[in-house]
T-cell receptor, first 115, second 113 residues
Framework: DAGVTQSPTHLIKTRGQHVTLRCSPISGHKSVSWYQQVLGQGPQFIFQYYEKEERGRGNFPDRFSARQFPNYSSELNVNALLLGDSALYLC??????????????FGDGTRLSIL | DQQVKQNSPSLSVQEGRISILNCDYT??????FLWYKKYPAEGPTFLISISSIKDKNEDGRFTVFLNKSAKHLSLHIVPSQPGDSAVYFCAATSLQGAQKLVFGQGTRLTINP
């Protein structure tokens, strides 16, 4: 079975541009979360979507937005890119918020570099 | 405010011995804890988890211990193998709401032959 897939794997942008990152969850998973991992730090929560609705938002500016499609895939959009947005962006999927916690499974990430 | 802390950035252990990775948390609302392992150029891989109603969970060579009064958890790997060399992240969440994961900074474990 395919795991969480993310595209592209690497991306180089300049300040002020915008970027769209894509994620396909594990088949059957309805929840997708996005995390940002800066070098030397642990991943930081950006968004969670479940059944196409936003369920949670981390402490990130409005330049960051996301959406989930009917097939449960997701996009993360970042506008007006800053140098500080350079990071590894991770997507994770899970079955969804159930009474018993379902571990999130991560993709290999998109490495975004801002010049 | 770092709600989950891994105070050891790195740890070196001899092959065959026990590896002990530590993690502290501050938020009393956390009720579920996880360990992830990360190799370079790959995403984090789920290893083992524990609910706050337990104090120990075991899966093969991996055991996680939770001390709620001290707000401390640890991951024991025994025996350690060269393939265990990776960065290990501790994460915590609440079963209420978005169930977002709050990660520590990670500990780089190196297993020496």
């Amino acid at each position: 079975d395919a795991g969480v897939t993310q595209s592209p794997t690497h991306l180089i942008k300049t300040r002020g541009q915008h970027v769209t990152l894509r994620c396909s969850p594990i088949s059957g998973h309805k929840s997708v979360s996005w995390y940002q991992q800066v070098l030397g730090q642990g991943p930081q929560f950006i968004f969670q979507y479940y059944e196409k609705e936003e369920r949670g938002r981390g402490n990130f500016p409005d330049r960051f937005s996301a959406r989930q499609f009917p097939n449960y895939s997701s996009e993360l959009n970042v506008n007006a890119l800053l140098l500080g947005d350079s990071a590894l962006y991770l997507c994770a999927s899970s079955l969804g918020p159930l009474s018993v916690y379902q571990p999130q499974h991560f993709g290999d990430g998109t490495r975004l570099s801002i010049l | 405010d770092q709600q989950v802390k891994q105070n050891s950035p790195s740890l070196s252990v001899q092959e065959g011995r026990i590896s002990i990775l530590n993690c502290d948390y501050t938020n009393s609302m956390f009720d579920y804890f996880l360990w992830y392992k990360k190799y370079p150029a790959e995403g984090p891989t789920f290893l083992i988890s524990i609910s706050s109603i337990k104090d120990k969970n075991e899966d093969g060579r991996f055991t996680v211990f939770l001390n709620k009064s001290a707000k401390h958890l640890s991951l024991h790997i025994v025996p350690s193998q060269p393939g265990d060399s990776a960065v290990y992240f501790c994460a915590a969440t609440s079963l209420q709401g978005a169930q977002k994961l709050v990660f520590g900074q990670g500990t780089r474990l190196t297993i020496n032959p």
